[in-house]
């Protein structure tokens, strides 16, 4: 019988983020393929773990995979890693998970780190629907067609970017995007983690302003209508809706989406609103920085 393919998520920053089942598996693994040895050693080091390790990286994928196919159709369990975070979110494996599929090999995630929810997550921007569209492409036009061909979705948009094109990226966000809520989530899980939150103008700015641009970035983009709900309290949407014709309720789930909240919350929101006039919770703080 074949072994296994485990693709097993390593932290994204900070060691400790690993799983109980991650560090069991590694040590059960009969081989660890990862992309720079050296960097799944220190990982492994610290959890005393001791493994033949084979590189397997963009670059030799194509010879390595059937190496690694015939270790697991001998019976060998196989554990992927990539240098940071779930291994196919932005970093190698998709052939070798492909090809094991084929020949019938199961296929079993370990989950764990991955910087894009993680970013998410802390944004503080709607989570109802989001796009994963991986790293923004390196030359400028490109790049733009690729922020153009997001600009409708009902979804916050999360890009991968790397630090020396961070202030490009954000200048053509800006372009695209105009006023719509920006986070950049930096260096998460390490000791100079910070989001940034703004408009991609301003949190150009305030990255433009510092010595030098280090470390590693996510960029998310609110929707549309979500920006336009930082406007206006939850009242204010659900009566602005329901003038328009859409019945009560109807118009508390929408609301309560554009502003990435669960119906619930938004009933309680606004039964809270009732009696005190505040200003609904789940609003954006577009048009500040933070960090
Ligand atoms: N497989 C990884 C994952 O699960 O997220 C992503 C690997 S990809 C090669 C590296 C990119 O992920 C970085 O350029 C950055 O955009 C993002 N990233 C990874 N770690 C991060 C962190 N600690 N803080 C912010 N972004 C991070």
Redesign the pocket.
């Given at each position: 019988m074949s072994g296994t393919l485990f693709i097993v998520a390593t932290p994204?920053?900070n060691l400790e983020d690993i799983t109980y089942r991650a560090v069991a598996t590694l040590r059960e693994a009969d081989v660890i393929a990862c992309e720079d040895t050296r960097h799944t050693r220190t990982l492994l080091e610290r959890y005393g773990i001791t493994k033949p390790l084979k590189s397997y990286h963009d670059h030799n994928e194509r010879e390595r995979a059937p190496e690694l196919l015939a270790e697991l159709e001998q019976g060998g369990n196989v554990a992927l890693v990539?240098d940071?975070?779930?291994?196919l979110?932005?970093?190698p494996g998709y052939r070798l998970v492909h090809a094991a599929i084929e020949r019938g090999i199961r296929v079993s995630p370990v989950p764990g780190?991955?910087?894009?929810p993680a970013?998410l997550s802390a944004s503080g921007l709607g989570v109802d629907a989001f796009v994963f569209a991986g790293f923004l492409p390196a030359k400028a036009t490109q790049r733009r067609r690729e922020m153009e061909r997001w600009r409708e979705a009902r979804a916050t948009l999360i890009f991968?970017?790397?630090p020396h094109r961070i202030l490009e990226a954000l200048e053509d966000a800006g372009a695209v995007y105009g006023e719509r809520p920006v986070v950049v989530?930096?260096?998460?899980?390490?000791v100079h983690e910070e989001f940034l939150r703004g408009t991609a103008g301003e949190v150009r700015a305030e990255l433009a302003g510092r010595p030098s641009v280090k470390g590693?970035?996510?960029i998310l983009v609110g929707w549309a209508e979500q920006a336009a709900a930082t406007e206006e309290t939850l009242e204010e949407e659900v009566a602005r809706r329901e003038a328009a014709g859409m019945p009560r309720m109807e118009a508390i789930k929408q609301a309560a989406k554009a502003r990435g909240i669960g119906k619930r919350e938004a009933y309680r929101e606004l039964a809270g609103a009732g009696r005190t006039g505040r200003r609904g919770a789940g609003q954006q703080s577009g048009g500040q920085t933070s960090g």
């Open positions: 994204i920053g990539s940071a975070g779930t291994p979110m932005a970093d780190p991955t910087a894009a970013a991968y970017e790397a989530a930096r260096e998460m899980t390490k590693e970035f996510v």
